[in-house]
Each structure stands twice: as C-alpha cells, then as structure tokens.
C-alpha cells in the first residue's frame, strides 16, 4: 500500500513539472516582430512573460497569451532574464494595423 502512495505522489509531481503554457486562441493570433515596430503600431502594454520550468519558449508562450488578452496582435520580445530555471521575457504588446 505504501508502494502505490509513494508511486502517485511521484507521477503527480513530475505531471506538475511538466504541466507546459500553451497558446490561448488570443495567443496564437499575436505576431512576434524582430524590430520594433514604426508608427503603423501603439503600444498597448509592457509585458511579463514567465516561466518557472527552465523554458524561454515557454515564457514567450505567457507573454503572448498576455498580450492577446490586453488586445495586442503584435509583440516585441525586449529582454530575456533567467535566474537558474525560472525565465521572464519582458516584452512590449502593439496593436498594428494590417
């Protein structure tokens, strides 16, 4: 009995740990942009983007599910700061017209 606690405490941690930040519908219809962009675009936001697994993939994930959530279709990664496993993107959300 105490073998199968021991077993599911352990299987909950590690799906703990692997839990991941996917795109929101509003994510994924945000544009990364290489430049900052001109004035075809004002900024709606500054963002934090975070993740305490050890991905920046996954901290670029979170700002962009923030992002689209403010109303942004763009963003532009500004900087990235790791401290051993945990990342935050600081970033910068625009509404661009298209």
Known sequence: ???????CSLMLLISCGASKIKLSSDGEKVEILSRKPGKECSVLAKIIGKNEGG?????QNHARNLAGNKG?????FDEEV????SYKIHSIGYACKN
């Open 1 to 7: 009995m105490l073998n199968k606690i021991l077993f």
């Open 55 to 59: 991905s920046i993939d996954l901290a």
């Open 72 to 76: 942004a279709n763009a963003i532009y």
């Open 82 to 85: 790791s401290n051993g496993n």
